[in-house]
T-cell receptor, first 114, second 117 residues
Framework: NAGVTQTPKFQVLKTGQSMTLQCAQD?????MSWYRQDPGMGLRLIHY???????DQGEVPNGYNVSRSTTEDFPLRLLSAAPSQTSVYFC?????????????FGNGTRLTVT | AQKITQTQPGMFVQEKEAVTLDCTYD???????LFWYKQPSSGEMIFLIY??????QNATEGRYSLNFQKARKSANLVISASQLGDSAMYFC??????????????FGAGTILRVKS
């Protein structure tokens, strides 16, 4: 049981480049989300999805796009990378989005934008 | 306004002693859950313990317990008999709302714990 799988683990981009961070889960979870982690700021929600075809913005959505065509996959797209997007990105999922559902996290992607 | 506040940026504890990591939260929703996660230096996020707003007893999971004081809106994590492997960043988080869908998990800034031998 792989859980939540994120690829790549590391990525370096130049300003203006685009890329997609991949996230897949094999737990049949309806809820999926993307967070970014920056020093001293904890984890901040970028986008989330409550099921295939349904996405919504979180706290810091600017510069990122998402889509959810299947239950399993929730890719995060950076359209035009900026140095401010240098961060560690986590994908996380839960069975439902009730208040008592813990999130299960992937191992993260460390992104550097130069 | 901050939903989750962790006032201790860093903590030290002697091996085998107990340590309390503080967490206060802010919500007007009667239905919410409080979670603690551990992030070791390797970077993964590990779910430790959960406390629901309607739970009458404090949650416990092995050496982890949650000191839940609802009136004070605090949910402190207590680690008993600290081990060197407990050295990590610890995050408090809250998920609030009665909605069937879309309740988001909000994190505090974290506390770095260092266990001394």
């Amino acid at each position: 049981n792989a859980g939540v799988t994120q690829t790549p683990k590391f990525q370096v981009l130049k300003t203006g480049q685009s890329m997609t961070l991949q996230c897949a889960q094999d737990m049949n979870h309806e809820y999926m989300s993307w967070y970014r982690q920056d020093p001293g700021m904890g984890l901040r929600l970028i986008h989330y999805s409550v099921g295939a075809g349904i996405t919504d913005q979180g706290e810091v959505p600017n510069g990122y796009n998402v889509s959810r065509s299947t239950t399993e996959d929730f890719p995060l797209r950076l359209l035009s990378a900026a140095p401010s997007q240098t961060s560690v990105y986590f994908c996380a999922s839960s069975y439902g989005s009730s208040y008592n559902s813990p999130l299960h996290f992937g191992n993260g992607t460390r992104l550097t934008v130069t | 306004a901050q939903k989750i506040t962790q006032t201790q940026p860093g903590m030290f504890v002697q091996e085998k002693e107990a340590v309390t990591l503080d967490c206060t939260y802010d919500t007007s929703d009667p239905s919410y859950g409080l979670f603690w996660y551990k992030q070791p230096s390797s970077g993964e996020m590990i779910f430790l313990i959960y406390q629901g707003s309607y739970d009458q007893q404090n949650a416990t999971e092995g050496r982890y317990s949650l000191n839940f004081q609802k009136a004070r809106k605090s949910a402190n994590l207590v680690i008993s008999a600290s081990q060197l492997g407990d050295s990590a960043m610890y995050f408090c988080a809250m998920r609030e709302g009665d909605m069937e869908y879309g309740n988001k998990l909000v994190f505090g800034a974290g506390t770095i714990l260092r266990v001394k031998s």
